[in-house]
């Protein structure tokens, strides 16, 4: 829920959490659904980045299929800029 609403310093607080375990490719909300590919669709630069920096995976795919490239263009922000940290 954090991601959604855009709480940076509560997904810090959520990856700092439990260093042993890969926060960064951690599916949410109780289905597959990559924190990544979340936060894309939220249109959320500065968790994203975050994410990319720990090594969260570009082409991890929820249940359904959908991936955080996918989610750039369907969800909310500037397509442009999550592409491009997407492919960067």
């Given at each position: 829920?954090?991601?959604?609403?855009?709480?940076?310093?509560?997904?810090?607080?959520?990856?700092?959490?439990?260093?042993?375990?890969?926060?960064a490719?951690?599916?949410?909300?109780?289905s597959?659904?990559?924190?990544?590919?979340?936060?894309?669709?939220?249109?959320?630069?500065?968790v994203?980045?975050?994410?990319?920096?720990?090594?969260?995976?570009?082409?991890?795919?929820?249940?359904?299929?959908?991936?955080?490239?996918?989610?750039?263009?369907?969800?909310?922000?500037?397509?442009?800029?999550?592409?491009?940290?997407?492919?960067?």
């Amino acid at each position: 829920k954090a991601i959604q609403k855009g709480d940076t310093k509560s997904v810090l607080k959520w990856i700092n959490a439990n260093p042993r375990e890969d926060r960064a490719n951690a599916t949410i909300s109780g289905s597959i659904v990559p924190a990544l590919l979340l936060a894309s669709y939220h249109g959320d630069l500065t968790v994203m980045v975050i994410l990319l920096q720990l090594g969260a995976n570009v082409d991890g795919r929820a249940t359904f299929g959908t991936t955080a490239m996918s989610g750039a263009f369907k969800g909310k922000g500037d397509i442009n800029e999550k592409v491009r940290l997407l492919l960067s």
